[in-house]
C-alpha cells in the first residue's frame, strides 16, 4: 500500500518558470490537503478538496492553483515561481469516516533562485 | 493570521526529564489532533482529541483537551532521546479546514 505520493521529492526553479507538484493517493480518500512548510516553521494550508471536483482556499493561496479531477490525484500548480515559494510541499489525504488522521506524503522540496 | 498557536517553540532537556507543550485556539475546535515530525521526515499523526475534558495515554505520552476546548496540552514523562523532533497540535476549524500550530521543537541530550 503506497498511501500518499509526491512527486518530485526535489526541484529548483527560476523566478516566473511554471511547476505542478503531483500528488496520488491509493486509500480511496476523499480529503485532500495541500501544506508548506517553511524551515523552522509550522504547515500553512495552501488548499483543500473533500472530493472530485471541488477544491477550496486555505490560508496561503496566493501563487498557487489547484484541481481534483479524480479521488486520487491532487496536483498543486505554481504559475509563476517566486523566492517566496521556496519552501516543503507536504500533500495529505484523510478519510471521512477515520479519526480524522491525516496521512502525509514524504514532501517536496521546492527552491526558486 | 495563525488561529492556533502553540508554546515553546523549542525545547531543550535532558534525557529522563519531563517535557510539556502547549496549544492554544481562538475559537472553540471541533477537535484538536497532535502530530510528530522528526528531523527531514513528514508529520505523523498520534491522536485525535474531541471531548472538552478529555485526557488521553500512550505509554509516556498524556494529552489533555481543555474544557472550552480552546486550548490542549502534551506531556511527555522520562523523554527519550526517541523522542526528538518537531510536535504539532492541529485544530479544525469547521469540519474540513485543519489549522496547525507553529510546533515545538525537542531536543534531548543523553
Known amino acids: 500500500n503506497a498511501g500518499v505520493t509526491q512527486t518530485p521529492k526535489f526541484r529548483i526553479l527560476k523566478i516566473g518558470q511554471s511547476m505542478t507538484l503531483q500528488c496520488a493517493q491509493d486509500?480511496?480518500?476523499?480529503?485532500m490537503y495541500w501544506y508548506r512548510q517553511d524551515p523552522g516553521m509550522g504547515l500553512k494550508l495552501i488548499y483543500y478538496?473533500?472530493?472530485?471536483?471541488?477544491?477550496d482556499k486555505g490560508e496561503v493561496p496566493n501563487g498557487y492553483n489547484v484541481s481534483r479531477s479524480t479521488t486520487e490525484d491532487f496536483p498543486l500548480r505554481l504559475e509563476l515561481a517566486a523566492p517566496s515559494q521556496t519552501s516543503v510541499y507536504f500533500c495529505?489525504?484523510?478519510?471521512?469516516?477515520?479519526?480524522?488522521?491525516?496521512?502525509f506524503g514524504e514532501g517536496s522540496r521546492l527552491t526558486v533562485l | 493570521g495563525q488561529q492556533v498557536m502553540q508554546i515553546p517553540q523549542y525545547q531543550h532537556v535532558q534525557e529522563g526529564e519531563d517535557f510539556t507543550t502547549y496549544c492554544n485556539s481562538s475559537?472553540?475546535?471541533?477537535?484538536i489532533q497532535w502530530y510528530k515530525q522528526r528531523p527531514g521526515g513528514h508529520p505523523v499523526f498520534l491522536i485525535q482529541?474531541?471531548?472538552?475534558?478529555e485526557v488521553k495515554k500512550q505509554k509516556r505520552l498524556t494529552f489533555q483537551f481543555g474544557e472550552a476546548k480552546k486550548n490542549s496540552s502534551l506531556h511527555i514523562t522520562a523523554t527519550q532521546t526517541t523522542d526528538v523532533g518537531t510536535y504539532f497540535c492541529?485544530?479544525?476549524?469547521?469540519?474540513?479546514?485543519?489549522?496547525f500550530g507553529k510546533g515545538t521543537k525537542l531536543t534531548v541530550n543523553p
Open positions: 495529505a489525504s484523510r478519510s471521512v469516516t477515520n479519526t480524522g488522521e491525516l496521512f
Open positions: 486509500m480511496n480518500h476523499n480529503y
Open positions: 478538496s473533500v472530493g472530485a471536483g471541488i477544491t
Open positions: 475559537t472553540t475546535l471541533s477537535n
Open positions: 482529541l474531541v471531548k472538552s475534558g
Open positions: 492541529a485544530g479544525h476549524l469547521g469540519s474540513e479546514k485543519l489549522v
